[in-house]
């Protein structure tokens, strides 16, 4: 049992110390536990830009240093893996990318969080839009995604159909942009992580929905998991449920990582 995708209190909107999380893996049977907390804001001129969605970049340092001694006082207890959640800002992959690369890391997740400037999880975002305003961005959002798939940047693509948070209607407007998607993560053979936290927002369920989760199986796009764990009593949520869907779906295989190498584990 492994959960790679959680959060700390660093970031400003998450509950619990690194150690709470380390402690409640332990409790929940994990054998492997990913810290991946959000990046700072590095292209933002100030220090600490909007400080309840991300540490500061003056905190940056430190949070890697917690991690690898967290990794070396539990190490006789569980597998601690130190990573990162990056947010994909194209006009910025370089500044991103240079940045990550001074860190011993063992996995970047790459997600979008921000479309247009404004933050995806935000209902009002959605309000007054109509049905055409809502496919434009739904097909802008999954070319944002294909083209985070192919900047190389990541080792993982963390919630790709988090547009549909805070609005439901998202997941039943089709359009051709879904499935280019999902072909760019099949062509750049990124990993895709099956994500739990949709339970704790409007749109229920998880990331991706089932018909991306098909698609992606007919492309052979390589999976893994993560709760996305704001809070320490969701680590490793769901994990045999997704673990089974995934096996009902095809797959026989799901990834971790060790110093962005990918290691395959059977399902």
């Not at 190389?152 to 089709?174: E, N, R, T």
Request: hydrophobic letters at 35%.
């Amino acid at each position: 049992m492994f959960d790679l995708h959680t959060h700390h209190d660093r970031c400003g909107h998450a509950r619990g110390t690194m150690r709470d999380y380390v402690h409640a893996a332990i409790d929940a049977g994990l054998h492997t536990l990913g810290f991946s907390d959000h990046t700072p804001f590095f292209a933002e001129p100030e220090d600490h830009h909007r400080p309840w969605v991300a540490m500061a970049k003056s905190e940056f340092p430190r949070y890697v240093t917690e991690a690898e001694e967290l990794r070396k006082e539990y190490a006789d207890r569980i597998r601690i893996l130190v990573g990162v959640e990056s947010d994909f800002f194209p006009e910025h992959a370089g500044l991103y990318g240079d940045t990550l690369r001074r860190y011993d890391f063992d996995y970047v997740i790459g997600s979008v969080h921000v479309m247009d400037g404004v933050d995806l999880f935000r209902p009002e975002r959605w309000q007054g839009a109509t049905d055409d305003d809502l496919k434009r961005a739904k097909e802008k959002y999954c070319d944002l995604v294909a083209q985070s798939a192919r900047s190389g940047l990541f080792d993982v693509l963390g919630h790709v159909d988090a547009l549909k948070a805070a609005c439901p209607a998202m997941s039943s407007i089709a359009t051709p942009a879904t499935e280019r998607m999902v072909r760019a993560f099949a062509e750049t053979d990124v990993v895709v992580e099956v994500n739990t936290s949709g339970s704790t927002k409007e749109c229920g369920g998880w990331y991706p929905d089932p018909d991306i989760l098909g698609m992606a199986a007919h492309y052979g796009v390589r999976m893994t998991f993560g709760s996305d764990a704001h809070d320490p009593e969701r680590v490793g949520e769901e994990h045999e449920e997704v673990r089974r869907t995934l096996r009902e779906l095809g797959h026989r295989h799901w990834y971790v990582f060790e110093r962005r190498r990918r290691i395959e584990l059977p399902l």
